[in-house]
């Protein structure tokens, strides 16, 4: 998607800031990151080195059948989503959500540092009590990310 661009129709909601928030992903120095979708906005913002970052192009998830699993570092479910890759190493990144003031706020888990982080207010803030989005049936066909009205495919993490 690109700002201006209508949500899709199954676009999951991620949590809320004042309004439900969605699950994006973008580029960002090397890296696949995930992060929040902000439909009033029109922008992803993604958590990376300590800021958060805004982005006019990004992928929303879309699909069907998640749950959210509270994670237990550091250990994660074998049904966890694969959303990214780390810049450095090119580790696998997560889809997470975690409180802030209140607010559910969806980011990027890295089990590496074994923490979730969250895009807010400018800033990467840091999570270690957190949930990571899980496929219901281990079956990631029905999940796609979206971008420009075509589809990319999303490989899960095997056990």
């Known amino acids: 998607m690109t700002s201006g661009d209508q949500l899709p129709f199954d676009a999951l ?12 992903r973008a580029k960002h ?4 990151c995930p992060g929040k979708y902000v439909p009033s906005k029109q922008l992803a913002f993604l958590p990376w080195g300590h800021q958060e970052h805004r982005k ?8 069907y059948n998640a749950m959210w699993i509270k994670c237990r570092s550091p250990y994660l479910p074998s049904n966890v989503y694969v959303a990214g ?3 450095v190493g090119r580790e696998s990144l997560y889809i997470g959500r975690a409180m802030i003031n209140n607010e559910l706020v969806v980011g990027k888990v890295h089990m590496l540092y074994q ?30 990310w979206k971008k420009q009205c075509f589809m990319v495919d999303c490989k899960p993490l095997c056990p």
């Open 13 to 24: 909601i991620a949590g809320f800031q004042e309004e439900p928030i969605y699950i994006a």
């Open 115 to 144: 923490t979730c982080y969250l895009p807010n207010q400018g800033k990467e803030v840091e999570r270690t009590v957190f949930e990571v989005l899980a496929v219901g049936n281990n079956d990631t066909s029905e999940y796609n």
């Open 29 to 32: 120095r090397g890296s696949l």
């Open 85 to 87: 890759k780390s810049e």
């Open 56 to 63: 006019s192009e990004f992928e929303v998830l879309c699909g």
